[in-house]
């Protein structure tokens, strides 16, 4: 079946369309790429501002605390403005929050990093409100989770290249001058691993603007079911007043399976390399064990590849369901396991993680009509679980051990399978 089956009528023909779904995929790699850069800009601005774990951590608290902020708000933007003004907004304020980076690191002040954080993961989350049901729109509905997995495929070699490419440019600045010891060497110092800030995120700066620009003159093709009055999807249902998104059971649970999902793969990640040390594992050293990083992210994107021809022959939330429960019976390995065996368990897990947010995305916002904006701002919003479980799976890890800590990621499997077996139904 193909990706672009069930054309809108109102569509463009399937050429634009496709032209249409890499532009937009090229989105997906740029906020993937941004968002992992992250993981960088932690242990250099510990370094930089010489600050413990729980004031550097503020960094991802800014970063996912704008999607709880701005994603409902992006949601009602998008219905009023239209995609592609949102897409280019969004853009646009991404770029000027990779601008600030250049003011804190001359300045030297954490806290406008920080703001430049929460402007960089707002203009990122709009791009996503408007992105991800667009995506999901750009065709007939059977294939949905299909390109939005596509997509994030793309989305996720972001991740594995940002790696790279901020080790290179950022962290090599750091590890060079480390060798300081004096306090003239010191400032000396501090000024070099400042400045290694600035030009690579000018340069993502111009890249997100040039990006922009090109998405506000492309002539992007018109989605009818968007337009669509919010109860033409059930015609059958007497309605007095236009129903309320909040109305939608499928669409909530789809939101908190969203929370969970986020919130297990990023905790799987942080604790990755402090699992993979504990002699009970592997006891490897920190820096040998922060390179299976990359193998877990690269299990997700390889994933995505497959997955998006999987689910264009497989209904998307049987697939769902297959990847939680192997998911869930991998952390089940990992609490009880040990060696080799425990370290396979959590590394496959990112291959399980592959398929989850696209499917659980595209089965949250399925016939909302008019309301889709609404809920895809819902959705993303949920994306804040990122900043919370990890937060409450390391206050189980200090309670009861490291191991018996991935039990909280194993619930949230569970309940990923219960979404996809019968929590997705829309239910009038």
């Known amino acids: 079946m193909s990706l672009f089956t069930g054309l809108n009528k109102t569509s463009l023909h399937t050429d634009q369309n496709r032209a249409t779904l890499t532009l937009l995929t090229s989105l997906f790699f740029i906020w993937g790429f941004i968002t992992c850069l992250n993981d960088i800009l932690i242990p250099h601005l510990k370094s930089l501002f010489t600050l413990s774990y729980t004031k550097v951590m503020l960094v991802q608290f800014c ?12 949601g009602y933007l998008v219905k009023r403005i239209g ?12 770029g000027f929050g990779c601008l600030l980076f250049y003011p804190a690191a001359a300045l030297r002040l954490y806290w406008l990093f920080l703001s430049a954080f929460f402007v960089l993961a707002s203009g990122i989350t709009m791009l996503q409100v408007a992105a991800n049901p667009y995506v999901s729109q750009l065709g007939s509905s059977e294939t949905a989770s299909s390109r939005l997995t596509l997509t994030q495929a793309f989305n996720s070699l972001g991740t594995t290249v940002a790696p790279y490419f901020g080790a290179t440019f950022i962290l090599s600045k750091t590890l060079i001058t480390n060798s300081a010891v004096n306090p003239s060497a010191i400032a000396s110092q501090r000024a070099i691993e400042a400045a290694a800030v600035q ?3 000018l340069l993502i700066s111009l890249i997100l603007f040039t990006t922009a620009l090109v998405c506000w003159l492309y002539k992007w093709p018109v989605l009818s079911r968007d337009q669509a009055p919010s109860t033409i999807e059930r015609p059958l249902v007497t309605v007095k007043k236009e129903r309320s998104v909040w109305q939608e059971r499928h669409l909530i649970l789809g939101a908190i399976a969203i929370f969970l999902y986020v919130g297990a793969e990023v905790s799987i990640g942080s604790f990755m390399v402090n699992f993979l040390s504990e002699p009970k594992i592997i006891g490897l050293p920190s820096h040998e064990a922060a390179s299976y990083l990359s193998i877990y992210w690269g299990g997700a994107m390889i994933g995505r590849f497959l997955g998006a021809a999987l689910m264009a022959k497989i209904k998307p939330n049987k697939v769902l369901v ?5 998911a869930a019976l991998l952390i089940t390995v990992v609490i009880f396991g040990s ?16 398929i989850m947010f696209p499917s659980i995305f595209s089965l949250g916002i ?11 701002g819902i959705l993303c919003a949920a994306i804040v679980g990122g900043a919370i479980i990890p937060v409450i799976q390391g206050l189980l890890a200090d309670a009861f051990g490291i191991q018996h800590a991935f039990a909280l990621a194993c619930l949230c499997y569970l309940y990923i399978a219960y979404f996809g077996w019968s929590g997705h139904a829309v239910k009038t």
Do not use: E
Request: proline share 3%.
């Open 63 to 74: 970063f996912f605390t704008a999607y709880f902020l701005v994603s409902m708000p992006s």
């Open 83 to 94: 995609y592609k003004n949102a897409i280019v907004s969004g853009l646009a304020i991404a």
């Open 199 to 201: 030009n690579p995120y």
């Open 322 to 326: 297959f990847h939680a429960v192997v």
């Open 339 to 354: 060696g080799k065996v425990a370290m396979i368990a959590i590394l496959s897990v990112g291959f399980c993680n592959s």
């Open 366 to 376: 399925k016939d909302l009509g008019g309301l889709t904006q609404q809920g895809s």
